[in-house]
């Protein structure tokens, strides 16, 4: 009763998250967008946990210590699910470079592209004012006077940059 | 608990696994993204020892009835949350494997490093031979693209992951990307 409880309540959770994110994200800033997931993903996991221990109390009249532990599961399902859309098909459609340069290809695809038709339009200059721009706008760098420094001591995104420097270089180490 | 426990344990053996088995076949230069399949076999064992503790966990219901949070039958969840972490880790692995440098993390950590970094001084860490041309000829090996008569085209998987990415962009309505 519980698993089942447990697994249907994170996809419905899961599935709210994926319709909802698609009609509120057509009104925010790109250059807001990681700042917004994050809070939202937030937001939403802390209300499900909220519905979930009432409705646990209420209509199944669980014991405190199941419903903490089935609301725990249910976070690391949901935040879980979220890592990976976030990393795989919202960061590689929205930020990646590869997609990007496939874009540019594509509007052009009767006549071609040439190489410099390309660095024309997308260069490393366009590449870093994007990326400084969302990390502005994430809150990871601030910006004063034409100097960057970083805005927050402790961020998540900064972790997850040091284990993929520690992936990149156990990935690479001996190739 | 116990559930998940044990399928977070056989989650971590077989992230070392697989870290293991491809530091050693690159060691013999064969890089290969099919290590991933461990993580397959890692299913296998992690329904054959749940479906034990299941066992086990039955017959104790019969001595005591009253099922405590240590052995709250969480069996389907427990696969659920190991398919969700094993999802996380391949798309966290690929990224490295690919040799792509994240261009934000590279950025965080000069910034981080020198403590205060100017636009010009950001951007000359930079150049478009790192950006540009070696994703370039990474998808047309990949034949995503070919070129021809010094301009480049799409191959067809090329134009069909353009249709997807174009209709998922679209739902989002976004226009600023890369």
Same mark, same amino acid.
């Given at each position: 009763?519980?698993?089942?409880?447990?697994?249907?309540?994170? +996809? +419905?959770?899961?599935?709210?998250?994926?319709?909802?994110?698609?009609?509120?994200?057509?009104?925010?800033?790109?250059?807001?967008?990681?700042?917004?997931?994050?809070?939202?993903?937030?937001?939403?996991?802390?209300?499900?946990?909220?519905?979930?221990? %009432?409705?646990?109390?209420?209509? &199944?009249?669980?014991? *405190?210590?199941?419903?903490?532990?089935?609301?725990?599961?249910?976070?690391?399902?949901? *935040?879980?699910?979220?890592?990976?859309?976030?990393?795989? %098909?919202?960061? +590689?459609? +929205?930020?990646?470079?590869?997609?990007?340069?496939?874009?540019?290809?594509?509007?052009?695809?009767?006549?071609?592209?040439? &190489?410099?038709?390309?660095?024309?339009?997308?260069?490393?200059?366009?590449?870093?004012?994007?990326?400084?721009?969302?990390?502005?706008?994430?809150?990871?760098?601030?910006?004063?006077?034409?100097?960057?420094?970083?805005?927050?001591?402790?961020?998540?995104?900064? *972790?997850?940059? &040091?284990?993929?420097?520690?992936?990149?270089?156990?990935?690479?180490?001996?190739? | 608990?116990?559930?998940?426990?044990?399928?977070?344990?056989?989650?971590?053996?077989?992230?070392?696994?697989?870290?293991?088995? /491809?530091?050693?076949?690159?060691?013999? /230069?064969?890089?290969?993204?099919?290590?991933?399949?461990?993580?397959? !076999?890692? =299913?296998?064992?992690?329904?054959?020892?749940?479906?034990?503790?299941?066992?086990?966990? !039955?017959?104790?219901?019969?001595?005591?009835?009253?099922?405590?949070?240590?052995?709250?039958?969480?069996?389907? #969840? #427990?696969?659920?949350?190991?398919?969700?972490?094993?999802?996380?880790?391949?798309?966290?692995?690929?990224?490295?494997?690919?040799?792509?440098?994240?261009? #934000? #993390?590279?950025?965080? =950590?000069?910034?981080?490093?020198?403590?205060?970094?100017?636009?010009?001084?950001?951007?000359?860490?930079?150049?478009?031979?790192? =950006?540009?041309?070696?994703?370039?000829?990474?998808?047309?090996?990949?034949?995503? !693209?070919?070129?021809?008569?010094?301009?480049?085209?799409?191959?067809?998987?090329?134009?069909?992951?353009?249709?997807?990415?174009?209709?998922?962009?679209?739902?989002?309505?976004?226009?600023? =990307?890369?």
């Amino acid at each position: 009763m519980a698993d089942q409880y447990l697994i249907l309540f994170s +996809i +419905i959770n899961i599935l709210f998250f994926l319709v909802l994110h698609i009609i509120i994200f057509r009104y925010i800033e790109s250059s807001q967008v990681m700042k917004w997931i994050v809070n939202f993903a937030l937001i939403q996991g802390l209300i499900g946990i909220i519905v979930s221990t %009432l409705w646990q109390k209420i209509i &199944y009249q669980r014991a *405190w210590e199941n419903i903490l532990l089935l609301d725990f599961i249910f976070l690391l399902i949901f *935040w879980g699910f979220i890592i990976s859309y976030v990393l795989s %098909l919202f960061g +590689i459609t +929205i930020t990646s470079i590869r997609i990007q340069l496939l874009s540019l290809i594509c509007a052009r695809q009767q006549e071609g592209l040439s &190489y410099s038709e390309l660095i024309k339009k997308y260069n490393k200059r366009s590449i870093v004012k994007t990326r400084l721009a969302r990390l502005i706008g994430a809150g990871e760098i601030s910006s004063s006077g034409g100097v960057y420094q970083i805005a927050k001591p402790f961020s998540l995104f900064l *972790w997850h940059t &040091y284990l993929l420097v520690i992936m990149h270089k156990l990935l690479h180490q001996t190739s | 608990m116990i559930y998940i426990l044990t399928s977070f344990l056989i989650f971590i053996v077989t992230v070392a696994l697989q870290l293991c088995l /491809h530091i050693i076949l690159v060691k013999y /230069h064969y890089k290969t993204y099919k290590t991933i399949t461990l993580f397959l !076999l890692g =299913l296998i064992v992690n329904i054959l020892i749940l479906v034990n503790i299941k066992s086990i966990v !039955l017959y104790r219901t019969f001595i005591q009835p009253q099922p405590s949070w240590w052995t709250l039958d969480l069996f389907w #969840s #427990s696969i659920f949350l190991y398919l969700i972490f094993t999802l996380d880790y391949i798309v966290f692995f690929t990224s490295p494997y690919i040799g792509d440098e994240s261009p #934000s #993390s590279k950025i965080l =950590l000069h910034v981080k490093a020198k403590k205060k970094m100017t636009y010009q001084e950001i951007e000359r860490k930079f150049s478009d031979k790192d =950006l540009i041309d070696k994703r370039l000829s990474d998808m047309r090996r990949s034949k995503l !693209l070919i070129k021809s008569n010094s301009k480049y085209f799409l191959l067809p998987k090329g134009l069909l992951l353009m249709r997807i990415i174009s209709f998922y962009r679209n739902l989002l309505g976004w226009k600023l =990307l890369g």
